[in-house]
């Protein structure tokens, strides 16, 4: 799912690339515009890209970083899952700029946790995190990254008011599900060939409701070896 949402070519501020998806009426929450400020995307791209053109952009190892609307637009879905105290996992982490936007807006009195198979993009994610705005939350502890296969969640640490994934699974794992607290609620692209990004709420019962929200086109939640040979 690509949408030039501008036809000049990239935003050259974090700020006009926000403002910008505002006007568009992707960004409709003044909290989401201002996480989206306070975590400068320039920090999680590699060297070279453009990062406030609204467009996927590939990070190494056959994983990329979602467009700036799909950030928003998840964002928008998971608001009220992500305020003040709350903890909130994202799986298939890669850059980290996701899960530092969600730390700033559970804050330290919070957990915001991410999960990546891919030990470089923690690494990298990490450093990543250090240079921004959420660096204090590395610090305290409230923001952590994790090695693990994102299909099995980080259950040390759940249950969760907010479940992003990043990637596209042929079926929303049971584990995920399980790791939502009641009340709670998961974004997460599902499908193979055609995919649709998937809204996954979870009732104070503990009884589950899915819609679908919009079509997108994602790369695969798949194992570290599947991911490292894909063409």
Request: with cysteine; charged share 20%; aromatic share 6%.
């Amino acid at each position: 799912m690509q949408h030039r949402l501008w036809s000049s070519g990239a935003s050259d501020k974090n700020k006009a690339m926000v403002e910008q998806l505002q006007r568009y009426g992707i960004i409709k929450s003044s909290k989401v515009a201002q996480v989206m400020e306070t975590i400068d995307r320039g920090l999680f791209v590699p060297p070279g890209a453009s990062p406030y053109f609204d467009s996927p952009m590939p990070i190494g190892y056959n994983a990329t970083i979602s467009a700036p609307h799909m950030h928003a637009s998840c964002l928008e879905l998971l608001e009220k899952h992500l305020q003040p105290g709350m903890r909130a996992l994202d799986v298939g982490s890669g850059t980290g700029y996701l899960t530092a936007c969600f730390a700033i807006m559970v804050g330290p009195e919070g957990r915001a946790v991410g999960v990546e198979h891919i030990p470089e993009l923690v690494t990298s994610s990490i450093e990543n995190i250090k240079k921004s705005a959420a660096a204090p939350q590395l610090t305290d502890g409230s923001l952590s990254i994790h090695i693990t296969d994102g299909r099995e969640g980080w259950p040390e640490l759940a249950p969760y008011d907010a479940i992003h994934v990043g990637a596209a699974a042929p079926q929303i794992p049971q584990a995920l599900i399980e790791q939502l607290k009641p009340g709670g609620r998961m974004v997460i692209p599902v499908g193979t060939m055609f995919q649709e990004l998937k809204v996954v709420d979870k009732n104070q019962d503990g009884k589950v409701s899915i819609r679908d929200e919009t079509a997108v086109r994602y790369v695969p939640l798949t194992s570290k070896d599947a991911q490292l040979q894909a063409n």
